[in-house]
């Protein structure tokens, strides 16, 4: 496997993502709080090791996947490792590695599902639903052909490694899986 090919399929798949949620958001005016980092305080925060490569071979190229892998095989906390948090209730703070985060993370906020009847809808952050107009999230919903779903994207990034994408985990036990897997390609590339 080259490690190196992948990482670069996956990051742009990522700015391809990124830019389809974040147009979306823009255009409808349903945007993240400034600042805000509620969604990062969630245990249930999981990833696949294909996922976290991008961050695992950035890490490396900045000479710090050695620091970090030591950081992840001697935490024991469940909460994502990657936030820094800002404030005492944990409601404000930022991402340490937000170019190479993982897919979840690039759809937090407001993505679409597919309901049971075949229509989309959205899912929206709480947070978000408290600041924002009840109706902006109705004529967002209405546009059903705009909706991001985060199930196309999920699949897609199947079909770049599907061995990779096996089995989510916490976002910290993906990292250091996907760590060793770079670290092991720098060894035996030397």
Not at 90 to 110: A, L, N, S
Not at 163 to 180: H, I, M, N, W
Request: aromatic residues 8%; contains cysteine; glycine residues 6%.
């Amino acid at each position: 496997m080259n490690i190196k090919q992948l990482v670069q399929d996956l990051q742009l798949f990522y700015d391809e993502m990124g830019k389809a949620f974040s147009d979306y958001q823009q255009s409808t005016g349903l945007t993240c709080l400034s600042g805000c980092a509620k969604c990062c305080d969630n245990p249930n925060i999981t990833a696949t090791t294909l996922e976290m490569l991008p961050m695992a071979w950035d890490l490396y190229q900045r000479g710090l996947a050695d620091e970090w892998y030591e950081k992840l095989i001697s935490t024991s906390s469940e909460i994502c490792p990657l936030i820094e948090f800002a404030s005492l209730d944990r409601m404000q703070g930022k991402c340490t590695e937000y170019k190479t985060r993982p897919i979840i993370c690039r759809g937090f906020g407001v993505y679409g599902h597919v309901k049971k009847d075949k229509s989309k809808a959205l899912s929206v952050c709480k947070y978000i639903k408290n600041d924002k107009d009840n109706q902006l999230i109705q004529i967002a919903e209405s546009e059903q052909g705009k909706i991001p779903l985060m199930s196309e994207w999920t699949t897609r990034l199947l079909t770049i490694h599907p061995d990779l994408t096996s089995g989510y985990r916490p976002v910290a036990e993906s990292l250091k899986l996907a760590l060793e897997k770079v670290l092991l390609y720098h060894q035996y590339s030397l």
